[in-house]
């Protein structure tokens, strides 16, 4: 299998979305900007959708904040016709954007006020990774209707399995429309108006359990949220429809260590699964060196020559930090190794670690560089 041509995939007008994914802290907001902005200077009407909360993508491309709308990013090199936006997630507001959307007037301000929802929007677990879907969608339809752009990037959340994000919509979808949010609506409705006294002993259960103003708020959101539910299962299936479709990339990020390698490996095999297509992975900082040749153990006999002689300290120090890095350029390059024989079929592109993080245009065009070396 050869290696994986990032030029060639954000150069073909039939990539529409491209999805980085994988584990927290290997770098995917920074491959997804550099893309991003890679893909803007070689023409491309490009939008990239963050969700990290280190707001590290903001300070790379020079805007001093992002938020739920995009922004035009200033300095890219518009010479071949292309432009690049960016925005981050607000995982609440898009919430709330969905209830206003699809709820009546006066239903979307009860739901809105509801304390329960205000929890749900803000902090359940999975909220953040369906709003980044239900995000995708309405970019896509933007992006259908206006032509604003021809190219969607999206930086999945950090969430603790990169799983996450395709699980998400699922998850909230069946919370949502789940059997005890459907029995608290039992009393005042449907054949359970039969079963009244058995409803109301497990009512007052959940009254002791959770507290009567709890199970009112949660009761009160459910009243108001009903007519909704189906539509968040719909639009989660057309989403997952999406990312299904011949126009969808995923780049499956990693580093060379073994928990983001076995991420990498379950998230491919997960994909492999859902139908969903998989450009490559990403295989990220990778440590190198100037001096192969020269070996850890070549390099730590040395430093322990000189210092049994007590001459060049100086000397000694810089072999051991050599040794140590050559001991981290093998173990890196073992996992990869490692890695590659058990995905063959897997296009993998290395991009070798960086002295100093990325913080501005220029270093995610080196990360750009690097990439599609």
């Keep these: 299998m ?7 995939l954000i150069d073909d007008p039939g990539t529409r979305i491209v999805i980085t994914c994988g584990a927290g802290g290997v770098g995917k907001t920074t491959t997804a900007a550099a893309l991003g902005l890679r893909a803007a200077e070689r023409g491309r009407k490009v939008v990239v959708l963050t969700i990290d909360p280190a707001r590290r993508l903001a300070q790379s491309l020079g ?6 709308t995009p922004r035009a990013v200033a300095d890219v090199n518009a010479a071949n016709g292309g432009r690049l936006d960016a925005m981050m997630l607000d995982m609440k507001r898009t919430f709330d954007d969905v209830v206003l959307q699809h709820a009546t007037p006066e239903k979307a301000e009860q739901i809105l006020a509801n304390p329960f929802y205000q929890a749900l929007s803000s902090s359940f677990a ?3 990774e369906y709003m980044a879907m239900e995000k995708l969608g309405q970019l896509h339809k933007q992006a259908e209707q206006t032509g604003d752009w021809d190219l969607i990037i999206v930086d999945t959340p950090p969430s603790r399995s ?28 449907g054949p359970f108006k039969l079963m009244s006294a058995g409803v109301n ?3 007052s259960v959940l009254n002791k359990v959770l507290g009567a103003q709890v199970l009112t708020d949660v009761q009160t959101f459910v009243a108001a949220f009903d007519t909704l539910f189906g539509g968040f299962r719909q639009r989660a299936e057309q989403t997952v429809a999406l990312l299904r479709e ?6 499956v990020v990693a580093a060379p260590q073994n928990d983001a390698l076995r991420e990498a490996s379950y998230f491919a095999e997960r994909l492999r699964a859902e139908g969903m297509p998989l450009a ?3 295989l990220n900082r990778v440590t190198n060196t100037q001096a192969p040749e020269l070996s850890a153990e070549r390099s730590l006999a040395a430093a322990e020559k000189l210092e049994e002689a007590d001459k060049s300290p100086l000397t000694a120090a810089v072999l051991r930090l050599h040794a140590d890095k050559m001991q981290q350029v093998v173990g890196d390059h073992k996992r990869a190794e490692r890695f590659r024989r058990g995905h063959r079929a897997i296009r993998i592109v290395e991009v070798p670690a960086l002295a100093d993080d990325v913080h501005d245009l220029t270093g995610l065009r080196e990360i750009g560089d690097l990439l599609t070396a």
């Design 126 to 128: 999975g909220t953040q």
């Design 162 to 189: 990169a799983l996450d994000f395709l699980d998400a919509p699922e998850r909230l979808a069946s919370l949502l429309e789940g059997r005890f949010l459907r029995l608290l609506l039992a009393p005042a409705r």
């Design 246 to 251: 011949p126009h969808t990339a995923f780049l």
């Design 2 to 8: 050869t290696g994986l041509d990032l030029d060639a």
């Design 201 to 203: 002993m497990a009512m």
């Design 63 to 68: 805007l001093t904040e992002l938020d739920n």
């Design 280 to 282: 490559g992975v990403v």
